[in-house]
C-alpha cells in the first residue's frame, strides 16, 4: 500500500501520507512507568459496599460473575477481589474492568438522551474541509480492506456513516498496535506512547496531527464515543512494553481489556443497538467487551510458540504451574499430554468468552450485525485449528483456510438476520 503525498489541511496540522507516519517521530530516550498504577487499592468496606450495590443494580451486573465461574471455572478465571500481600483488598482486574464498562453504557445513554435519540450527528461542513475529509475515509477504507479483507467486507451492509466510523477506528487500533508490535517496535518508548496519547487527546479536543486522525476526529464528534478505551489501548501497549509474563488470569484479564476488549467499547456507539432490543445498555456493552477479551485470548493461543521465540509467555503463570508445566517447556515446545490438558482448559476459557459475546450480537442493530458475526466466526475457529494441529502451537499456525473465510461471511450473514 502506497500513500503517495504529504497533504497540509491547516498551517499546523500536518497530513502524513503513511499511515505510520508516526513512528518516524518516535525515536527518542526511555522513561520507565510505575507499575504500581495499575491496581489502585480500596479499604475492604468500601469494596464490599461497591459490590454488594453492584449485585443489587440490575440483572445486567449479574452477567459477567455467572458466566466466568461456570463449568468450573470459578478458580481459574478471578475472583472480583484479590489480597495483596500486606492484606489490603485490591480491585481485581474484572472489577475494575467491569466499572469501565458501566462508565461507558452511561455515557452513551446520557448522550443518546441529550441528543434526542439520535446517534449520527449531522456534518459541520467548512469549506474545503469535507473533500479532504472525504479522503481520509477513503484511505482509512483501503487500510482496512488491506488488514481486514473478511471484516472490511462485512462492513458494507453498515449504512455509510457508520462505515466509514468503523474504519477510522480500525485505523486508529491498527497503527497503536503497529508502535509495539510492527517493524519499528524496538524504537518505540513509554514516552513515546506518552506522545501518541497526546495526539489522541487532540484529535479528540478536534485538532488532529494527520489525514487519518482527522478521519477519527470527525467520526468522535458523530457518534458518542469515548476516549477512555482509546486511552486504555495504549495503556496495554506500556505493558506490553514492560512485561514479559502474567502471573495469574486477573493480570492477563487485564492486558486482554486494554488491547482487544477496549475495541469492543469503542465500536458499539458506532454501530448501535437495535431499537427494538430490549437488553440493557450494560449488557450489551458487556458482550462487545468479551468478543474482545475471548479474540484476544485466541490470538494468544495461537501464537504460544511465536510468542515465546520473542521470549514472551502470555499464559498464566500459576495455570501453568498447576498443570505442572514451566516457561522452559514453552520455551522448548513439548507437545505433552500435560500441554494438551492445559490448552483444553484455555481453549474452554476462550469458548466461553465467545458465547457471553454471541448474546449481545443480536442486539446490535441488525446492519451492522454482520462483521461482528464475521469477526466472531473466524477468530473461534482458531480455536478449532488449534485442536486440529493437536495442541501443536509452537510450530504449526493455528489458520483458517481461505475456503473458510470465504464461507464465514454468508454464515454472518444468516445469522445476523436473527432477531433475539
Ligand atoms: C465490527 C468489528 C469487528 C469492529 C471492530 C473493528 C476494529 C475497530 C478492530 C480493531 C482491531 C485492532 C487492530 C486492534 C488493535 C489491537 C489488536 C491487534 C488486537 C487483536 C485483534 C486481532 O488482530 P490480528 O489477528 O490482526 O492480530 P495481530 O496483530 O496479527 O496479532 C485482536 C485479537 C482483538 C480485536 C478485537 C475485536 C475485533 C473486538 C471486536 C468487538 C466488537 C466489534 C464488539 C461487538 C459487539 C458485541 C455486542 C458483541
Ligand atoms: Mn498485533
Given at each position: ?155 458494507m451492509l453498515m449504512t ?108 458499539v456507539p458506532v454501530m ?144 445476523s438476520l436473527l432477531s433475539?
Amino acid at each position: 500500500m502506497s500513500f503517495a503525498s504529504s497533504l497540509i489541511i491547516s498551517p499546523n496540522v500536518e497530513i502524513s501520507p503513511s499511515i505510520f507516519g508516526f513512528l518516524d517521530s518516535v525515536r527518542d530516550g526511555s522513561q520507565i512507568l510505575d507499575s504500581s498504577r495499575f491496581f489502585s487499592r480500596n479499604r475492604v468496606a468500601n469494596l464490599m459496599n461497591k459490590k454488594q450495590k453492584r449485585v443489587n443494580h440490575s440483572h445486567s451486573t449479574e452477567l459477567k460473575y455467572p458466566i466466568l465461574c461456570q463449568g468450573g471455572y470459578g478458580s481459574v478465571i478471578a475472583a472480583s477481589m484479590v489480597a495483596n500481600p500486606a492484606g489490603e483488598m485490591a480491585v481485581s482486574a474484572e472489577e475494575k474492568v467491569y466499572n469501565v464498562v458501566l462508565k461507558q453504557a452511561a455515557l452513551v445513554k446520557r448522550q443518546l438522551r441529550t441528543a434526542g435519540e439520535l446517534d449520527v450527528k449531522p456534518d459541520i461542513v467548512l469549506p474545503g474541509t469535507l473533500s479532504l475529509l472525504n479522503e481520509a475515509y477513503d484511505r482509512c477504507g483501503e487500510v482496512c480492506a488491506e488488514y481486514a479483507k473478511t471484516f472490511s467486507l462485512g462492513t458494507m451492509l453498515m449504512t455509510p456513516e457508520r462505515q466509514k466510523a468503523i474504519w477510522a477506528i480500525y485505523v486508529w487500533c491498527r497503527r497503536t498496535d503497529e508502535l509495539v508490535d510492527g517493524p519499528n517496535a524496538s524504537h518505540i518508548t513509554p514516552s513515546a506512547l506518552d506522545r501518541w496519547e497526546a495526539r489522541l487527546e487532540d484529535l479528540f479536543q478536534g485538532r488532529p496531527f494527520d489525514m487519518l486522525d482527522a478521519a477519527l476526529a470527525d467520526t468522535v464528534t458523530k457518534f458518542p464515543v469515548d476516549i477512555q478505551p482509546f486511552k486504555d489501548m495504549i495503556e496495554g501497549m506500556r505493558m506490553d512494553l514492560r512485561k514479559s509474563k502474567y502471573k495469574n488470569f486477573d493480570e492477563l484479564y487485564l492486558y486482554c481489556y486494554y488491547v482487544a476488549g477496549t475495541v469492543g467499547l469503542m465500536s458499539v456507539p458506532v454501530m448501535g443497538v437495535a431499537p427494538d432490543s430490549q437488553a440493557s445498555t450494560e449488557s450489551v456493552y458487556n458482550a462487545a467487551l468479551a468478543l474482545g477479551i475471548a479474540n484476544q485470548l485466541t490470538n494468544i493461543l495461537r501464537d504460544v510458540g511465536e510468542d515465546a521465540r520473542r521470549g514472551r509467555i502470555y499464559l498464566p503463570q500459576d495455570e501453568l504451574a498447576q498443570a505442572g508445566l514451566s516457561d522452559e517447556d514453552i520455551f522448548a515446545g513439548r507437545v505433552t499430554d500435560k500441554w494438551r490438558n492445559f490448552m483444553k482448559n484455555q481453549i474452554k476459557r476462550a469458548r466461553l468468552f465467545f458465547d457471553e459475546a454471541e448474546k449481545g450480537v443480536l442486539e446490535l442493530n441488525k446492519a451492522s450485525r454482520w462483521p461482528v458475526w464475521a469477526s466472531l466466526l473466524l477468530y473461534r475457529q482458531i480455536l478449532d485449528e488449534i485442536e486440529a494441529n493437536d495442541y501443536n502451537n509452537f510450530t504449526k499456525r493455528a489458520y483458517v483456510s481461505k475456503a473458510k473465510k470465504l464461507l464465514a461471511l454468508p454464515m454472518a450473514y444468516a445469522r445476523s438476520l436473527l432477531s433475539p
